[in-house]
C-alpha cells in the first residue's frame, strides 16, 4: 500500500488545501464573516432565529470540498444553459450585450483531458436543467434552496406572519395605511440611488425592496429579480432590522419636536370580530385585484390571517404560528446564507449593496415620519408623528421603537397600539411596492 | 441591461405613487367596512342593552372550583379570565371564593 500517496491525496483532498488554491483566501474571509454573524446573531441576539441559520449556511458553503451548494448548478438554471456536473461548471459566459452559451462542442474542446474523460463529460452534461436534476446531482443546500427559488418559504412564512398578526389596530385606525405607505419612500430612492450606482432595473428593484423592512418580501423580490444578488440582500435586510432601533430613535429624535412627541392619542375605537374576520378576505380581494403580482404576499399573510381570526381554525393558526413558521425559518436561513459563495459574494457590489440598504432604511424612516408630521398638523394634533416610523415594515421592532422614543419624552405616554396600526400597514405597503417592482422589472 | 436615469427617476416616483394610491383606496374600503359594521350594530344595539342591566345574580354559595355565573359585555374570555385571576391575587383569596357578576369594558 502506498501510504504516503494515500496520506497526500487525503492532505489534497482536504478543504485545508482548498484554502490554497485559486481564491482560497476568499473562503476564509467569508467563514470569518460567518463567525461575526453568528456572534450577532447569538450573543448580541440580532433577529436570532433567522441570522443565525443564515450565517451557519454562510460556513457549511464556504467550507472548500464540502459540496453542499453548487453556484454553478443555479447559474446554468437560471440562464438555462448547459450544465457540467463532473466539473461543476455552466456554459455560459458572460458578454457585453449580455450572457452567451457555450456549445456542447465548444466546451468539450476547451477541456484539457483525455478522450475517455471528455466521453464521460460528454454522456453526464445536463442541457436543460429540472428541480429533478438538482435534486439528483446536487448537495443538501441545493436541495433546500429549491424552496426559495419555487417562492414556496418567503409565502409560507407570509402565512405565519399572518398568523401572528392582529390587524385591530389598523381596522380601527384606516389612516395608518397613510404611513404605511409613505415609509415606502426608502424603497424608491435606494432603487433609483441603485441605478444610478450601475445596477440593472431589476437588479435596483431588488435592492430597494430592502427598505421595506420586511425579510421575506426581500427575499421574494430578489429571487425573481435579480438571483445572483440574494445573498447579500437577505444579509443587509436582516441586518438592518436587527439595527432598527439604532437606525430610526436618533432619526425620530432629530425629526420631531419634544411638543410633538408628547403628544396623547385618543384609544382607538374597539373593533368586532366580524371586522376581523372579513378584512382578510376584502384585503386579499382587493389588492390582488389592483396588482395582481401581490398575490403570493398578499394572499397567504391573508390566509394566515384568516386562520386567525375565524375562531374555527385554531389548530391551523397555531400550526402556521409555531410548528410550520418554525420549519420555513430553519430552512429559508440556510438555505439564503448558501447563496453567499466566495467568489460573488466579496464584490464591490456587496458593499454596494450594504451602502443602499442603511440609505433604504433612513429614507423610509423619514417619509413615515414626514407624514406623521402632516398628520399631526391636519388633525390639530392628536396624531403622535412618531407613530409614523412604526410605518416601516418590522414588525413589531418598528412599534416598539415608537414607544420607547415616546416614553422617553413622556413616561406616561403609551404609543405602542397606535404604532401597531402603522406597522402592519407597512406590511401590506411593502408587499405592494414588491409586487409593484416585481411587475416592472420580472 | 442599465436603464436610462430619466426612466429610473419615473419609475420611482411612479412605484411610490402606486404604494400611496393602493393604500389609499384600501383606506377607503377599509373605512367604509367600518361604517357599514357600525352602522349594523347601531341598528342591533336596543336588543343588547337589555342585558347591560346585570341580571339578578343566583344567591347562596358557588360550587367549589367554580367562580359561579358571569356575563361579559365587549370582553373576551381570556381577557376576563385574567382579570379574575388578577382580582383573586389582589385580595389574596382563592377563585373559587369569589364570585364575579360582570365584566364590562368602561369605554
Not at chain 1, 221 to 245: C, E, N, V, W
Not at chain 1, 279 to 287: K, R, S, Y
Request: proline share 6%; charged share 15%.
Amino acid at each position: 500500500m502506498d501510504i504516503l500517496g494515500t496520506l497526500s491525496g487525503l492532505v489534497m483532498d482536504s478543504g485545508f488545501a482548498g484554502f490554497f488554491a485559486d481564491g482560497g483566501w476568499k473562503n476564509l474571509i467569508m467563514i470569518a464573516l460567518a463567525f461575526v454573524l453568528l456572534y450577532f446573531g447569538i450573543v448580541k441576539k440580532f433577529e436570532p432565529l433567522l441570522l443565525v441559520g443564515i450565517a451557519f449556511g454562510v460556513l457549511l458553503t464556504n467550507i472548500p470540498g464540502g459540496g453542499l451548494y453548487h453556484m454553478p448548478m443555479w447559474d446554468a438554471y437560471v440562464n438555462e444553459s448547459a450544465y457540467d456536473p463532473v466539473n461543476d461548471v455552466a456554459l455560459y459566459e458572460t458578454v457585453d450585450d449580455g450572457i452567451r452559451q457555450i456549445p456542447i462542442e465548444e466546451y468539450l474542446a476547451r477541456l484539457t483531458c483525455t478522450a475517455e474523460e471528455k466521453a464521460e463529460v460528454e454522456e453526464k452534461i445536463i442541457e436543460h436543467l429540472s428541480f429533478t436534476d438538482i435534486i439528483h446531482h446536487g448537495g443538501l443546500l441545493d436541495i433546500l434552496y429549491i424552496g426559495v427559488k419555487a417562492g414556496l418559504y418567503p409565502c409560507l412564512i407570509f402565512i405565519g406572519i399572518g398568523a401572528m398578526t392582529d390587524f385591530g389596530p389598523l381596522i380601527a385606525s384606516p389612516s395608518s395605511l397613510l404611513l404605511g405607505a409613505a415609509a415606502q419612500l426608502g424603497v424608491f430612492l435606494a432603487m433609483f440611488g441603485a441605478i444610478l450606482l450601475g445596477f440593472t432595473g431589476p437588479e435596483s428593484g431588488a435592492i430597494g425592496i430592502i427598505g421595506g423592512a420586511d425579510g421575506p418580501t426581500a427575499i421574494l423580490t430578489a429571487m425573481m429579480l435579480a438571483p445572483h444578488l440574494l445573498g447579500p440582500i437577505a444579509i443587509a435586510a436582516y441586518s438592518y432590522m436587527a439595527l432598527i432601533p439604532m437606525i430610526q430613535k436618533p432619526l425620530m429624535r432629530a425629526l420631531t419636536s419634544e411638543e410633538e412627541r408628547k403628544v396623547k392619542m385618543k384609544q382607538a375605537r374597539p373593533v368586532s370580530k366580524a371586522e376581523k374576520i372579513i378584512f382578510p378576505i376584502l384585503v386579499a380581494t382587493f389588492v390582488i385585484l389592483l396588482i395582481p403580482s401581490t398575490a403570493p404576499l398578499i394572499g397567504c399573510l391573508m390566509f394566515g390571517n384568516l386562520l386567525r381570526e375565524t375562531g374555527v381554525t385554531d389548530r391551523l393558526s397555531d400550526t402556521a404560528q409555531n410548528a410550520l413558521m418554525n420549519i420555513v425559518t430553519l430552512f429559508l436561513g440556510i438555505s439564503v446564507g448558501a447563496t453567499t459563495v466566495a467568489s460573488r459574494f466579496l464584490s464591490w457590489e456587496t458593499i454596494k449593496i450594504v451602502i443602499l440598504g442603511v440609505v433604504a432604511f433612513c429614507f423610509s424612516t423619514i417619509g413615515g415620519l414626514l407624514v406623521g408630521k402632516l398628520m399631526y398638523k391636519l388633525s390639530g394634533g392628536k396624531i403622535n408623528p412618531l407613530i409614523g416610523s412604526a410605518g416601516v415594515s418590522a414588525v413589531p421592532m418598528a412599534a416598539r421603537v415608537s414607544q420607547d422614543v415616546g416614553r422617553e419624552t413622556d413616561p406616561n405616554n403609551f404609543l405602542l397600539m397606535h404604532a401597531m396600526g402603522p406597522n402592519v400597514a407597512g406590511v401590506i405597503g411593502s408587499a405592494i411596492a414588491a409586487g409593484f417592482l416585481i411587475q416592472l422589472f420580472g | 441591461m442599465k436603464m436610462p436615469i430619466s426612466d429610473a427617476a419615473i419609475a420611482a416616483l411612479l412605484g411610490y405613487g402606486v404604494v400611496f394610491v393602493g393604500l389609499v383606496l384600501l383606506m377607503a374600503v377599509i373605512t367604509l367596512m367600518g361604517k357599514v359594521m357600525t352602522a349594523k350594530k347601531g341598528e342591533t344595539a336596543p336588543a343588547p342593552a337589555a342585558p347591560a342591566v346585570p341580571a339578578p345574580a343566583k344567591e347562596g354559595p358557588a360550587a367549589p372550583g367554580s367562580a359561579g355565573d358571569i356575563k361579559l359585555y365587549d370582553v373576551g374570555d381570556r381577557e376576563a379570565a385574567m382579570l379574575m385571576a388578577i382580582v383573586a391575587d389582589k385580595l389574596g383569596k382563592p377563585l373559587n371564593e369569589l364570585r364575579f357578576k360582570s365584566i364590562k369594558e368602561v369605554k
